[in-house]
């Protein structure tokens, strides 16, 4: 990792990133920064793929260093994309492209993308004088509670556990999609993220199915997480949460359909999260509300190089080989781990969870770990860190500056990384002694700690 202040900046300002502020911690209790190993937030900072950065380093159009006149995305990027999303989701079958949905290049991240749908609904409220505003996520999750409480929504959430492998229950979400509807007559939103952050979980494409009729049924708008749609295993097959999601509006008329969204990071698959690129698709009419009303507000079309350079790298065959590599690591990254927990940390099966999609493991801190010598609440992200120089990920991801979610006795662990520098975490962790069972006292007390 480099040195915190390549990374978070001047110590003497405020920073709200809870991650920022355990680094640094760790710097004055006298760790060694060059020495961390980071499996937090979802980040390397050094392994985006090689035919990407050479795209960038290649002669880029020189148009593309100026203002874009398209509010849809670099016109170059937003061609591609319009056929990259067709042919990744199969949708060519069962909607037409613009009329039924279209695409626009998201910048930014696809958070920013999610908070202006936000605001779409928030603007459409007020102007029917309807009441207040409720979406409904998955607890664990994504922060989708920093994106739209700040928007004036109240979060409400359905339950995934490792009890169900973190398949999530049609039944809870039509109950609570049904006492959403008798609480309000504003919107209601239902957050789909079925190659789940953070478990890893792919969701049944029944389940989704049915989680969609429930909110068609009453309706509810939908968020299409797709974050994570071309990140997973070689051997799974990702739900096809758009392609669902069209083929059950297809009967209803244009102005019957509700609002929805997705979104699909390009940062998530190919290593490029600084980038801030990905895909936007909603019906015609939504995507021309946000790119040409809500989002000219805020910004002008950005990043425009990076897009040129990303047109360029999804025409090229290549980058379907480095996905097919990537999954391929993935893979043999999560099977390793999970050996590695079981026969070198002691861990039982029911105590982690490796998932099939998107970037993490979820595992549960020792029982032992979660409270400190004389039973006060430990924060085991902290002690990991003072202990091993590894920075683990929260189970439940937070807005930054804000206390964490409930993440119910877990951690998450990011995969992204290479794989030696993986290992080595787990190397780290057992020689510390945290392990599922309590070491001896003799085996820490030679450890150095920041959590005093």
């Known amino acids: 990792m480099r040195d915190v202040k390549d990374l978070v900046g001047d110590e003497g300002l405020p920073n709200p990133y809870d991650d920022a502020g355990i680094l640094r911690r760790y710097r004055e209790a006298g760790g060694d920064l060059s020495e961390v190993?980071?499996?937090?937030?979802?980040?390397?900072?050094?392994?985006?793929?090689?035919?990407?950065?050479?795209?960038?380093?290649?002669?880029?159009?020189?148009?593309?260093h100026g203002y874009s006149l398209s509010p849809y995305g670099f016109p170059a990027?937003?061609?591609v994309l319009r056929t990259y999303i067709t042919d990744t989701h199969q949708l060519e079958t069962v909607a037409e492209l613009g009329t039924d949905y279209e695409v626009a290049v998201s910048q930014c991240s696809t958070r920013n993308a999610m908070f202006h749908f936000g605001r779409l609904l928030v603007e459409e409220s007020q102007e029917a004088?309807?009441?207040?505003?409720?979406?409904?996520?998955?607890?664990?999750?994504?922060?989708?509670?920093?994106?739209?409480?700040?928007?004036?929504?109240?979060?409400?959430?359905?339950?995934?556990?490792?009890?169900?492998?973190?398949?999530?229950?049609?039944?809870?979400?039509?109950?609570?999609?049904?006492k959403a509807r008798g609480d309000t007559d504003g919107p209601v939103l239902l957050v789909v993220n079925a190659q789940h952050n953070p478990t890893g979980a792919n969701w049944y494409p029944s389940t989704v199915r049915a989680m969609i009729r429930s909110a068609v049924a009453t309706g509810a708008c939908?968020?299409?997480?797709?974050?994570?749609?071309?990140?997973?295993?070689?051997?799974?097959?990702?739900?096809?949460?758009?392609?669902?999601?069209?083929?059950?509006?297809?009967?209803l008329p244009l102005e019957h359909r509700p609002r929805w969204l997705a979104v699909r990071s390009l940062g998530k698959q190919f290593h490029c999260n600084g980038w801030g690129i990905g895909a936007l698709t909603a019906g015609s009419e939504t995507v021309e509300r946000l790119v040409t009303h809500l989002l000219p507000q805020y910004t002008y079309v950005s990043a425009i190089p990076l897009q040129a350079a990303m047109a360029a790298w999804l025409c090229d065959v290549s980058s379907e080989t480095y996905l097919a590599r990537q999954r391929a690591e993935y893979a043999a990254k999560r099977l390793h781990v999970t050996r590695r927990l079981t026969h070198d940390l002691g861990y039982p099966q029911s105590a982690f969870f490796p998932g099939e999609c998107a970037a993490y493991l979820l595992m549960r801190i020792p029982p032992w770990c979660a409270r400190g010598p004389h039973g006060e609440p430990r924060d085991f992200r902290v002690h990991c860190l003072a202990r091993t120089?590894?920075?683990?990920?929260?189970?439940?991801?937070?807005?930054?500056?804000?206390?964490?979610?409930?993440?119910?006795?877990?951690?998450r662990l990011y995969l992204g990384t290479a794989p030696e520098v993986l290992d080595e975490a787990l190397v780290r962790i057992r020689e510390?002694?945290?392990?599922?069972?309590?070491?001896s006292v003799a085996g820490l007390s030679a450890a150095k700690t920041m959590e005093e």
């Open 129 to 178: 004088n309807a009441g207040k505003r409720i979406v409904i996520a998955s607890t664990p999750g994504w922060d989708y509670t920093g994106v739209y409480t700040a928007l004036g929504f109240e979060m409400r959430y359905f339950n995934v556990t490792s009890h169900t492998s973190y398949q999530p229950d049609h039944e809870e979400i039509h109950g609570l999609l049904r």
């Open 389 to 411: 120089g590894v920075l683990l990920g929260e189970a439940h991801m937070t807005t930054p500056g804000r206390l964490p979610n409930d993440s119910r006795g877990y951690v």
């Open 37 to 64: 190993i980071y499996l937090s937030l979802g980040e390397t900072w050094c392994r985006a793929a090689p035919g990407l950065r050479n795209a960038l380093a290649a002669s880029l159009p020189p148009h593309c």
């Open 77 to 79: 990027l937003h061609s």
């Open 432 to 439: 510390a002694g945290l392990t599922w069972n309590q070491p």
């Open 222 to 251: 939908i968020l299409v997480d797709d974050a994570y749609y071309a990140v997973h295993n070689p051997d799974t097959t990702p739900t096809n949460t758009l392609r669902i999601l069209l083929e059950e509006l297809n009967p």
